[in-house]
């Protein structure tokens, strides 16, 4: 029986279809958004109504994609956060309250990203971020870099390489800025060279990778913030 000031409800009803995803966003990411569709950086696509992804536990993908529902205009100041508020369809009642999940927001779009392979960067000894890039004329030399985020197994690079630039894959320990190199795109193996080829001082075979900055065919770009 439900008797007056019962500490403890007799049932709890819940929403499964549509069902909300609430998402945490800390104000250091909304600053920073900010900050780049101000500067031109990123283009606006909607901070309303946009399309969201879940991933699931298992880290795979919700088949059905969800709408950013309303963004809440205070940040919790425990926290330092505020909630962003997903509705997704579930009709076959898969989202369960309760469960974790990690959402994949398209609030902005860089037109002129550059992703480069993470095996491309390493760092000094400051810690700073650079990558070895063929100029026109095969000549080898160092790039200092501004890396962004990683977005799956590539970085995301904000400053130190533009498009066209030749990014060496593999075979960067065998040489040193200033080398003469063979340049060889990447996947493609090197011609074999000839027993006296190979006695003499030949040029280091570099694999590289072109750095575009919109490449609309490949899932990767345009980058999307999160």
Partial sequence: LVTAHQPLPLATIQQLNPIYVDVPQSTAELLQLRRRLADGRLSQNGSY?????????DNSEYQLKGMIQFREVSVNPTTGSSILRLVF???????LPGMFVRAVIDEGT????????QQCVSRNTRGDAMAMVITANNTVETK??????????????SDGLKAGDRVIVE???RIRPGSIVNPVPEGQAPAAATAAEAEALAPADADSTPAAP????TPDNPTTTK
């Fill in 171 to 173: 075979g960067s320990q």
């Fill in 49 to 57: 109504g946009g399309q969201a992804s879940l991933l699931l536990e």
């Fill in 144 to 157: 200092m870099l501004r890396i962004d985020r990683a977005i799956g197994n590539k970085w995301l690079v």
């Fill in 214 to 217: 919109d490449a609309a065919t």
């Fill in 89 to 95: 369809a579930n009709p076959k009642n898969e989202l």
């Fill in 110 to 117: 860089n037109n002129d990203a550059i992703l480069v392979p």
